[in-house]
């Protein structure tokens, strides 16, 4: 082995940003939502106090994982104002999670889709995530949501502001872009990507996804791109479509079907395709 190379891997190792606590972050995560969810916990808390005991420890060890990337007095400032903003997650997400049940014939109930649906799950962490986002906390932002990402098959950067009553269907390949904004009554099916066109490393700082305006529903594999992109509100995007323009509000956007069906007594006759 070539010294060089090892000197300058021991150089790099020196050098390396100090890693984040990742699992205990996630950990932390997971028991945050069996807190504000008893249906995701194997043993809800029998009493108030439990329940407040629980949440001094969740303050108490979210305010030591942060010191990984903040100051110990940030650290402590922050995590007091992730749990005064309890309630209100609470509150927002118990607003998706109707918004699930009342879109998906399949859905039996909130307990059900609080418990199990992997559309759910990745909105409270996007949630989470975004709390921390807006609070500026380095790195952990990005750990959470790559850790729903990576559970849920859904990518949503933080930095996406998504508004109340959010429905997944599914989910499976949705992304979802940083400056993206999402409004109220929104519907996603799996495959949809809100993402950018093309754009220079130094325009980073500008909106780069699109806007998607209240009682929108985007069916599976939609694509639509653009900063300067907005569905307007109570619009329906067909499944497939590509969309870098605007549309104004109660648009219809689908491509029409072009399907051929034949019949023959010929089996040589037949499409074979090889996948």
Known sequence: MQAAFIHALAQAHQQATAPLPGPAFCQLADQLLQLLFPERNTQPLPTA??????????????????????????????????????????????QDAAAIVAADPAAQGLAEVISTYPGFYAIALHRLAHALFQLQVPRVPRLLSEYAHTRTGIDIHPGARIGPSFCIDHGTGIVIGETAIIGAHVQVFQGVTLGALSVAKHMANLKRHPSIEDHVVIYAG????????????????????????????????????????????DPTADIVFSI
């Open 49 to 94: 106090e439990a329940v407040e005991t629980e949440l001094q420890r969740v303050q108490t060890e979210l305010t030591a994982l942060l010191r990984a990337v903040l100051t110990a007095g940030q650290a402590a400032a922050v995590a007091a104002t992730c749990l005064e903003r309890l309630p209100l997650l609470r509150a927002s997400l118990l």
């Open 222 to 265: 939609a694509t639509i791109l653009g900063g300067s992109t907005v569905v307007g509100s109570h619009s329906i995007i067909g499944g497939n479509v590509w969309l870098t323009e605007s549309v104004p509000s109660h648009s219809r956007v689908y491509h029409r079907a072009q399907i051929h069906v034949t019949r023959t007594e």
